[in-house]
């Protein structure tokens, strides 16, 4: 593979002459064409395109749920690249379903993927007629502004898709074991489970913390 960032070639997009030219932001990356195409079906391929399939179709599952909490990328990478790489070795072992598709076959997946660690000690609450997140903030406090914001990616455990919810960091209400994220959720009991990821995102588009969708009760 070689990078070209010539004149000539700068506009081409496609193939010609045994080489294919791919357009990467600002720049043209020539490969050369693959002549012997085979179908390998080695036990260690097999894994590793069961882990691809899986990451596809979760991401067409989550994508316009969990894209901006996707920060942490190469410089010519996309959210989906970023997306792939951090969940591939655990979508080895998952079953994510194209046609019967429910939000516990995610579990396990990053949802978000920053710079910033995963918050530690995250619990639940009904209270205050909506739904609260309890969150450990350490990592944040120092970095964290007012119009930051504090996302959740939040299904019930049948249901077929997730929904996310916002709150501004400074709505964040102290508790003795954390701060209380209260989003605006309702008709959902005590004791019923839940799929949930939960992270942070700036308000400048920069910055956010990496998450794991998780079954919470």
């Given at each position: ?7 000539i070639?700068r ?5 010609m ?6 357009k990467q ?8 064409k693959?002549?012997?195409?085979r ?17 596809v179709?979760?991401?067409q ?17 996309s ?7 951090e ?6 072992t998952a079953?994510v379903?194209?046609?019967d ?7 396990g997946?990053k949802?978000s ?12 609450t009904?209270?205050?007629?909506g739904?609260?997140v ?9 970095i ?17 898709s ?5 709150v501004?960091?400074?709505s ?5 074991t ?16 839940v799929?949930?990821a ?8 920069k910055?956010?913390s990496?998450s ?6």
């Amino acid at each position: 593979m070689a990078i070209s960032k010539s004149l000539i070639l700068r506009g081409m997009n496609g193939s010609m002459a045994g080489m294919t030219f791919v357009k990467q932001q600002d720049r043209v990356v020539v490969k050369e064409k693959a002549t012997n195409v085979r179908n390998p079906r080695t036990a260690a391929q097999q894994v590793q395109r069961l882990g691809m399939r899986n990451c596809v179709r979760a991401w067409q599952q989550m994508r316009s749920q969990i894209v901006s909490g996707i920060r942490k990328k190469s410089k010519y990478g996309s959210a989906y690249n970023s997306f792939v790489h951090e969940n591939l070795e655990h979508a080895k072992t998952a079953e994510v379903s194209k046609e019967d598709f429910v939000v516990e076959q995610v579990i396990g997946f990053k949802a978000s993927i920053g710079t910033i660690e995963e918050f530690k000690g995250i619990g639940t609450t009904n209270g205050g007629g909506g739904y609260g997140v309890i969150i450990k903030t350490e990592n944040i406090e120092n970095i964290a502004k007012d119009d930051d914001e504090i996302v959740l990616l939040f299904a019930t455990t049948e249901s077929s898709s997730f929904q996310q919810f916002r709150v501004r960091y400074d709505s964040l209400q102290e508790t003795g074991t954390g701060k209380l994220a209260d989003f605006p959720i309702s008709g959902i009991g005590f004791e019923e489970p839940v799929i949930f990821a939960v992270w942070f995102e700036s308000s400048d588009g920069k910055m956010s913390s990496t998450s794991t969708i998780c079954r919470y009760n």
